[in-house]
């Protein structure tokens, strides 16, 4: 069992990233809760804005969907991102209208938010007063937060329950043809290319992640893709002492045939 890392300030010194975020909701904290693979940003005890690497930003939604120019979001990210308040910047330039903004953003909340769930990890972080540079847009419970993501690991665990599928480098199955399947399928299926994550894919067709997420399970249950397999060892040329020229071989990774050895046990 490991043990909870100290979290910075008033907030709870140990339990899962769920239990540590409604103590900060009951506390009506205010500042930034790192997991392992995401950042809550929370005020009042109400979460603002979620951030992950394995899904798109806003900025990359907006404008990979045309509903604003990259100049137009780059131009409120200077002009207010000091003041916390790029969102608002983006209002009240006539960029974006409020309903559009708080749409986009409440997806792109929830998507980063299952992400930040995922690996339930208490190595966990808060900074008080911690704010995110785009600004409170539309505030969400912390137990809306909370329910949202139990529902979309138990619905895509429904469709297929490997979770690889969601972070690591995907590939296609010899034969898969984009042109048999469902227009959004198809789309999604053209897109894998053995090195793209599902949030790569998800920001190059300019949608939600769970949207993606939701396709590339499907994928995967109709044997269609699967994850890209781990890089091969390095080829390693060793010279003979006779100074002949040298041969080439694979040095064995230990470690690495170990973890295939469990992943193939616990498949």
Avoid: K, N
Avoid at 189 to 203: F, M, N, P
Wanted: hydrophobic share 45%; aromatic share 4%.
């Amino acid at each position: 069992m490991t043990t909870a890392a100290p979290i910075e300030g008033s907030a709870p010194t140990g339990g899962s990233a769920p239990a540590v975020l409604g103590s900060l909701a009951a506390d009506r904290a205010t500042g930034a809760l790192s997991t392992e693979s995401g950042v809550f940003y929370l005020a009042a005890g109400h979460v603002v804005h979620v951030e992950s690497v394995y899904s798109p930003d806003l900025g990359d939604l907006l404008t990979g969907s045309g509903a604003l120019p990259a100049d137009g979001w780059w131009e409120a990210v200077e002009r207010a991102g000091a003041r916390h308040r790029v969102g608002r910047q983006l209002v009240d330039s006539g960029r974006l209208s409020a309903g559009a903004l708080e749409l986009c953003h409440t997806g792109a909340l929830f998507d980063a938010a299952y992400f930040a769930l995922a690996q339930d990890t208490a190595a966990l972080r808060f900074r008080p007063e911690a704010a995110h540079w785009l600004g409170a847009v539309r505030p969400v419970p912390v137990h809306s937060v909370l329910r949202e993501s139990r529902r979309r690991r138990d619905l895509l665990h429904r469709i297929w329950p490997d979770p690889a599928v969601d972070t690591a480098p995907l590939t296609r199955a010899p034969g898969a043809d984009p042109a048999d399947l469902p227009p959004r399928r198809g789309r999604t299926l053209a897109r894998v290319d053995g090195a793209s994550t599902a949030a790569q894919i998800a920001s190059a067709l300019a949608c939600r992640t769970f949207h993606t997420l939701v396709e590339l399970r499907r994928l995967a249950a109709a044997g269609l893709i699967a994850p890209a397999p781990p890089p091969s060892p390095p080829v390693v040329t060793v010279p003979h002492g006779t100074g002949e020229a040298g041969s080439a071989w694979d040095e064995p990774d230990t470690a690495l045939l170990r973890r295939l050895l469990d992943a193939l046990e616990a498949l």
